[in-house]
């Protein structure tokens, strides 16, 4: 199965930013124009209880509708979720008086696709994140989580890969959370597989597979066939496959222009559930793929 073949149709974008509609420092013109003027091909406009509703499209980037969502399940952790592709019922629907299941059935029944925003921020235990339904996708990073913004957890991709091995594989975006433009912004995208960069379609793309989200290295190609997961990049300098065995002997490639491995599934004696590939380039910045089930 090929999920992702460069030579076919993506897009590029980002999934999460805010602006003056909440707490975000640019109006919504300026950093929808801000993404647009760096080449991206989608972006949606997440500002905090407030459905975007400016223009659909700056040039030729897409702008897609959207909500972030906040909740305390407990007093020791929080969950916001971002809702792309949301239509106008969001504002009757979204509530305070919603529970974290709640608010992802709200982003649904109001048209729209919900993602688990920065699960590592957020201090999500498994438990919490394990029992949430109908997710279209989590941040395995988000570039506002991190110094000089945050402490450092953009990276929650421990978190994920607990959630994969306990069965729930949620796809990974990669996010700005773009608040203050002051560095955040545009250091993070997700690459969708599709024909045009549509909420819907985006969403597809990321429930099977045919997407990766990346701080800069680009995946050309990324395929599972029987016992081999097979995988070509930009030039990397590691290219590590993750899954639910704890150890792995060959799991780590490293090296200098990396442009692709093939791994081999593990059947025996303990098999491996899932795989995601991660490369990381000369720079330290990732790209993963998504969880895949073997
Ligand atoms: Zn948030
Ligand atoms: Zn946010």
């Given at each position: ?15 999460h930013l805010h602006t003056t509609d909440s ?115 989590a941040e395995v990073f988000n570039s506002l ?146 969880p895949l089930s073997v």
């Amino acid at each position: 199965m090929r999920y992702f073949d460069a030579s076919l149709p993506y897009f590029r974008g980002n999934l999460h930013l805010h602006t003056t509609d909440s707490d975000g420092r640019l109006s919504p013109e300026q950093a929808v124009s801000l993404y647009a003027a760096a080449g991206y091909d989608f972006v949606a406009v997440t500002d905090h209880w407030r459905r975007y509703q400016g223009p659909q499209r700056c040039g030729n980037m897409a702008v897609l509708p959207g909500i972030e969502l906040d909740v305390f399940p407990d007093v020791a952790q929080t969950v916001h979720l971002v809702g792309f592709g949301v239509g106008e019922q969001i504002d009757a629907l979204a509530s305070r008086d919603l529970n974290a299941q709640g608010l992802i059935d709200a982003i649904r029944a109001g048209g729209g696709y919900a993602i688990l925003a920065h699960p590592a921020w957020s201090l999500n235990t498994n438990a919490l994140i394990c029992g949430l339904q109908n997710l279209t996708a989590a941040e395995v990073f988000n570039s506002l989580s991190r110094t000089p913004w945050n402490g450092d957890r953009a990276d929650s991709a421990n978190l994920l890969d607990a959630a994969s091995a306990h069965g729930v594989r949620l796809p990974f975006v990669a996010s700005d959370d773009s608040h203050f433009y002051t560095g955040e912004q545009c250091g993070a995208f997700t690459v969708a597989q599709c024909d045009t960069p549509t909420a819907p379609a985006i969403a597809q793309a990321l429930a099977q597979g045919r997407s990766y989200a990346s701080q800069g290295p680009k995946f050309t190609r990324i395929e599972l066939d029987q016992d081999e997961l097979i995988i070509e990049c930009s030039p990397v300098s590691k290219i590590t496959v993750y899954s639910n065995l704890f150890y792995v002997a060959d799991r780590c490639q490293s090296g200098t222009g990396l442009t692709g491995r093939r791994y081999r599934i593990r059947r025996t004696p303990t098999a491996e559930t899932f795989v995601r590939c991660q490369i990381t380039d000369a720079q330290g910045r990732h790209a993963w793929t998504s969880p895949l089930s073997v």
